[in-house]
């Protein structure tokens, strides 16, 4: 009867010892910064200004700003439109795109339907653009389609400056006027 009281007050031990340190099956917390938008504008028409000199001009249908990072992180989730002004009050870019993001107040990430015009009239059209202000760069690694009055040029992956004048395209290949591949060392009659 003892061996029968002591395996009992065992058992009764080792399962109130196992209640007590069960652990609760919790999710970490959720940072409201990670998620949620900092701020939310709808229909958002608005000039931006460097150093007292405008310089875009924004239109989007929404514009989040999230604070999970240093400077905030801008979203356009519903279309975007922009345009950038030179020194005298001129565009000189047009961007539009069905989505775009501004991380750290220096690199935009365009995506969907992205389209640029340069104040050539040249018209580029792609799915992914990126586009460092800083370092005046703007590139891709998707297919880019490129209209001029008198050509066409297509390719995969883009590289060119900030005012898009000045680019290469891998992977090449376009429609042009025959008179270009003329030998320039002829005489003309």
Same mark, same amino acid.
């Given at each position: #009867?003892?061996?029968?009281?002591?395996?009992?007050?065992?058992?009764?031990?080792?399962?109130?010892?196992?209640? @007590?340190?069960?652990? %609760?099956?919790?999710?970490? +917390?959720?940072?409201? %910064?990670?998620?949620?938008?900092? #701020?939310?504008?709808?229909?958002?028409?608005?000039?931006?200004? *460097? @150093?007292?000199?405008?310089?875009?001009?924004?239109?989007?249908? /929404?514009?989040?700003?999230?604070? @999970?990072?240093?400077?905030?992180? $801008?979203?356009? !989730?519903h279309g975007f439109f922009? %345009?950038?002004?030179?020194?005298? #009050?001129?565009? *000189?870019?047009?961007?539009?795109?069905?989505? +775009?993001?501004?991380?750290?107040?220096? !690199? $935009?990430?365009?995506?969907?339907?992205?389209?640029?015009?340069?104040?050539?009239?040249?018209?580029?059209?792609?799915?992914e653009l990126f586009w =460092?202000?800083? +370092?005046?760069?703007? $590139?891709?690694?998707?297919?880019?389609?490129?209209?001029?009055? =008198?050509? %066409?040029?297509?390719?995969?992956?883009?590289?060119?400056?900030?005012?898009?004048?000045?680019?290469?395209?891998?992977? @090449?290949?376009?429609?042009?006027?025959?008179? /270009?591949?003329?030998?320039?060392?002829?005489?003309?009659?």
């Open positions: #009867m003892r061996k029968f009281s002591a395996i009992l007050a065992c058992s009764l031990l080792c399962l109130l010892a196992a209640c @007590s340190v069960e652990k %609760e099956h919790m999710a970490e +917390a959720i940072n409201e %910064e990670d998620s949620l938008a900092f #701020m939310t504008a709808s229909g958002v028409s608005t000039l931006i200004s *460097d @150093s007292g000199v405008i310089r875009y001009r924004l239109i989007a249908e /929404d514009w989040q700003i999230h604070n @999970s990072t240093t400077p905030a992180t $801008w979203k356009f !989730l922009m %345009e950038r002004f030179d020194q005298d #009050m001129h565009a *000189d870019l047009f961007v539009q795109a069905d989505t +775009a993001f501004l991380h750290k107040q220096e !690199l $935009w990430e365009l995506r969907g339907r992205v389209v640029i015009k340069n104040l050539e009239g040249t018209l580029f059209l792609t799915e =460092d202000m800083r +370092a005046q760069k703007m $590139w891709n690694h998707m297919p880019m389609d490129i209209y001029m009055p =008198d050509r %066409e040029l297509h390719g995969t992956e883009f590289r060119s400056n900030e005012k898009m004048t000045d680019y290469f395209v891998m992977n @090449s290949a376009g429609a042009f006027p025959a008179s /270009d591949t003329e030998d320039n060392n002829t005489p003309q009659q």
